[in-house]
C-alpha cells in the first residue's frame, strides 16, 4: 500500500507562489498517474491537474497557465508549482495516486490519497 505525504502548503500573498511536494513511499511510483485536488472550506472536493506516467500534465481551466505539475520518479516525489497565486486558490491540496498509467480528473479514478497541505492566499 503506497503512503502519500504532502508538504510545501503555507501562507502567501496573492501574485506569490508556493510549491507543493508529495514522497510516495511504498509501492511502484514511476508506472502510474498522480494528481491533485483541493478542497475550500464549505465546497466539495475538485480536480487541479493530473500527470500521466510518461509525464503528460492535464490541468483544470481555474490553474491554466499558473500551475505546473511535474514528477521525479527516481524521488518518488509530485510537484505542483502555484504561481499568481489568488485568494480563490485558498485550499486543502490533497495529492492522489492511480493505479494505472493514465487517468483523468475525477476522483474515482485515483486510489491512494495524501492527507492534504494547507495553502491560504491573502488578498
Known amino acids: 500500500q503506497v503512503q502519500l505525504v504532502e508538504s510545501g502548503g503555507g501562507l502567501v500573498q496573492a501574485g506569490g507562489s508556493l510549491r507543493l511536494s508529495c514522497a510516495a513511499s511504498?509501492?511502484?511510483?514511476?508506472?502510474?498517474?498522480m494528481g491533485w485536488f483541493r478542497q475550500a472550506p464549505g465546497k466539495e472536493r475538485e480536480f487541479v491537474a493530473r500527470?500521466?506516467?510518461?509525464?503528460?500534465?492535464y490541468y483544470a481551466d481555474a490553474v491554466k497557465g499558473r500551475f505546473t505539475i511535474s514528477r521525479d520518479n527516481a524521488k518518488k516525489t509530485v510537484f505542483l508549482q502555484m504561481n499568481s497565486l489568488k485568494p480563490e486558490d485558498t485550499a486543502n491540496y490533497y495529492c492522489?495516486?492511480?493505479?494505472?498509467?493514465?487517468?483523468?480528473?475525477?476522483?474515482?479514478?485515483?486510489?491512494?490519497w495524501g492527507q492534504g497541505t494547507q495553502v491560504t492566499v491573502s488578498s
Open positions: 511504498g509501492g511502484t511510483f514511476s508506472n502510474y498517474a
Open positions: 492522489a495516486q492511480a493505479m494505472r498509467k493514465i487517468a483523468g480528473t475525477a476522483e474515482y479514478e485515483y486510489d491512494s
Open positions: 500527470i500521466w506516467w510518461n509525464s503528460i500534465p
